[in-house]
T-cell receptor, first 111, second 114 residues
Framework: DQQVKQNSPSLSVQEGRISILNCDYT??????FLWYKKYPAEGPTFLIS?????DKNEDGRFTVFLNKSAKHLSLHIVPSQPGDSAVYFC??????????FGTGTSLTVIP | DSGVTQTPKHLITATGQRVTLRCSPR?????VYWYQQSLDQGLQFLIQ???????AKGNILERFSAQQFPDLHSELNLSSLELGDSALYFC?????????????FGPGTRLTVL
């Protein structure tokens, strides 16, 4: 049972434009959400997180939005750069418990 | 470089066999997590150890077991291997036991069962 879903397996965006990656979850008990970025032949690396008490968190070019009523999470990358091309995973947890990961979205930023 | 090391990088074996995957966490991290990523699947949480003790269990098969040693390195043992066990196995570490602590992932071990 996939509790965290990334319905877009891939996304292509022009350099300089905004990339929007989406994530939906089913468990209303999740209270902590993260995005990880993964390059080929490497492990995932932490990108940004958000607690359920917030609806937005920014870190440089990366912003995560949380819509609890819709059980929806999104990651905005502005402006997109070729080095952002990677697979992005969203993950959710009930604090103190295990993480549930989505299946990933492969982002390609076209120069 | 996350500071988490995993060996071996690649492993090819036959059905029915047993393998051991090894993980060394970042210096100072007490928690180790194991994940499995099968083709077109997200990372599936298998098990977490904190300072030598099992802390949380996910969708880990009974044929799989893990342990964390006094020096904090961890091993994941996979036995009676089946074709469906072919996957990338990631280890991650964090400083404490709660999931809001950032997890640092190793590069993974790719297991192929023939």
């Amino acid at each position: 049972d996939q509790q965290v879903k990334q319905n877009s397996p891939s996304l292509s965006v022009q350099e300089g434009r905004i990339s929007i990656l989406n994530c939906d979850y089913t468990n209303s008990m999740f209270d902590y959400f993260l995005w990880y970025k993964k390059y080929p032949a490497e492990g995932p690396t932490f990108l940004i997180s958000i607690s359920s008490i917030k609806d937005k968190n920014e870190d440089g070019r990366f912003t995560v939005f949380l819509n609890k009523s819709a059980k929806h999470l999104s990651l905005h990358i502005v402006p997109s750069q070729p080095g952002d091309s990677a697979v992005y995973f969203c993950a959710a947890s009930i604090t103190g418990n295990q993480f549930y990961f989505g299946t990933g979205t492969s982002l390609t930023v076209i120069p | 470089d996350s500071g988490v090391t995993q060996t071996p990088k690649h492993l090819i074996t036959a059905t029915g066999q047993r393998v051991t995957l090894r993980c060394s966490p970042r210096s100072g991290d007490l928690s180790v997590y194991w994940y499995q990523q099968s083709l077109d699947q997200g990372l599936q949480f298998l098990i977490q150890y904190y300072n030598g003790e099992e802390r949380a269990k996910g969708n880990i098969l009974e044929r799989f077991s893990a342990q964390q040693f006094p020096d904090l390195h961890s091993e994941l043992n996979l036995s009676s291997l089946e074709l469906g066990d072919s996957a990338l196995y990631f280890c991650a570490s964090s400083v404490a036991s709660e999931t809001y602590n950032e997890q640092f992932f190793g590069p993974g071990t790719r297991l192929t069962v023939l």
